[in-house]
Each structure stands twice: as structure tokens, then as C-alpha cells.
């Protein structure tokens, strides 16, 4: 079944994520890359705190459905490009897989994208998410500077030039400038800046209060 149905390709940045199937020329959703969750109160019981630990657990939103919930605490679970919190990241692609892309998991190939310099143990945390909780039957992960080269070529291009150049990637929370030789990063050229475009949206931010300038 997996062979015969499109790959789920889903790129996680810091501030959006970008998901549809394999074969569309844009993405079939973009939404923030965030969760809201229900925390649970800190009295009572310790058998009612289990009880409502599991009810939250079920209690929650991810996307623009999560900004939207000013009763909730809204969490982000990467952060520079790197996931920090794995519970809320698993739970995370749940909702990505099954609410959004209405796919059954083990029916469908997955390409999910990591940052460069991304650890070892990072990919496989991922890998670790995806067969034991989703039960996907293959999987690749893909440096986001080298699909964002491929992309940059036509199909026509891409068949007569290799996969070679220099890519400047600045998201929301991280940017990076990767050279990449035939299709392979090379990881002891990356220069890695911890500035992107949230920063540049707070300093401006802060510039136009300074000046008492109305901010929207």
C-alpha cells in the first residue's frame, strides 16, 4: 500500500511548519509550529492529578487553532532550528498526520527535514517517533539546505547540473549558510547564526517603541 500512495513530506522550522504529499508543487499547509496544551492544576489529590493528566493529554491544539486559545499555554517545541521538547513534538505530529494530512501512517512513505548540524541523537529521536509511535513503514530525513537547492532548479536543470552550490537559509529562529557538493553538506564549512527573522521582528519592534511609534 505504502508503494502505491504518496509520500507525507513534513518540514518543521522554528516558527512554521509546511506539510502536504509528495508530488504538489506547494505545500498543502503551513501553520505555526506550535501546540496549546491544558495544564493541569497543582491541587487535589495525586490520583485526581493522574486522571486529569491524562484527560489533558487528549486536550490539546496545534497551528493557528493553538493561537487562537488564550485559555491554554501555547508551547514551542523547537527552538533555533533544534526540538527541544519531544513530548510535545510527538504529539505535535499527531495531529499533523492525522488531522491535517488525514493520512494513516502506515500506509504512506514519510520525508521530514532537519537543520544542519543536527545531532545524531536528534535523528533518532525522530526515527524513534516515527516507527514505534506511527508505525510509518519507511522513512528519510533530509537536510533542509539541499531540498531547498533542489528546488531552486527545474526539473530540466536538475538533470544537467549536479546538486552544488552555496545555500543561505534564514528561517524564524536560526540561519545558515551551507555549502553543498554534489548533493552532500559539508558540515565543516556551515556557518551557523543564532539570528533570524523572529529577532529581526522584536528589534524592530522595540526601534518603533522607542520612536513612540504605534505598533498594530
Known amino acids: 500500500m505504502a508503494g502505491r500512495l504518496p509520500a507525507c513530506v513534513v518540514d518543521c522550522g522554528t516558527g512554521y511548519t509546511k506539510l502536504g504529499y509528495a508530488g504538489n508543487t506547494e505545500p498543502q499547509f503551513i501553520i505555526p509550529s506550535c501546540i496549546a496544551i491544558k495544564e493541569s492544576a497543582k491541587v487535589g489529590d495525586q490520583a485526581q492529578r493522574r486522571v486529569m493528566k491524562g484527560v489533558d493529554d487528549l486536550d490539546f491544539f496545534i ?7 488564550p485559555t491554554y499555554a501555547t508551547k514551542w517545541p523547537i527552538r533555533h532550528g533544534i526540538v527541544e521538547d519531544w513530548d510535545l ?3 505535535f505530529m499527531e495531529q499533523v498526520i492525522f488531522k491535517y494530512l488525514r ?4 500506509d504512506h512513505y514519510f520525508l521530514l527535514t532537519e537543520p544542519p548540524l543536527n545531532t545524531p541523537e536528534n535523528r533518532e529521536y525522530t526515527a524513534e517517533i516515527m516507527f514505534e509511535s506511527f508505525n ?3 522513512l528519510y530525513i533530509a537536510v533542509q539546505a539541499v531540498l531547498a537547492l533542489a528546488a531552486s532548479w527545474t526539473s530540466r536543470q536538475v538533470g544537467e547540473r549536479t ?6 537559509d534564514s528561517g524564524d529562529g536560526v540561519t545558515h549558510v551551507i555549502p553543498v557538493a554534489e548533493g552532500y553538506v559539508i558540515g565543516s564549512c556551515i556557518k551557523h547564526i543564532p539570528i533570524a527573522g523572529r529577532d529581526i521582528t522584536y528589534f524592530i519592534q522595540q526601534l518603533l517603541r522607542d520612536r513612540e511609534v504605534g505598533i498594530p
Not at 497551528?63 to 486559545?69: F, L, M, P, S, V
Not at 493520512?103 to 502506515?106: F, I, N
Not at 546538486?163 to 543561505?168: A, E, M, Q
Open 63 to 69: 497551528g493557528d487553532e493553538a493561537i487562537e486559545k
Open 163 to 168: 546538486l552544488t552550490g552555496t545555500v543561505i
Open 89 to 91: 513534538m510527538e504529539r
Open 136 to 138: 510509518v513503514p519507511g
Open 103 to 106: 493520512a494513516e501512517p502506515e
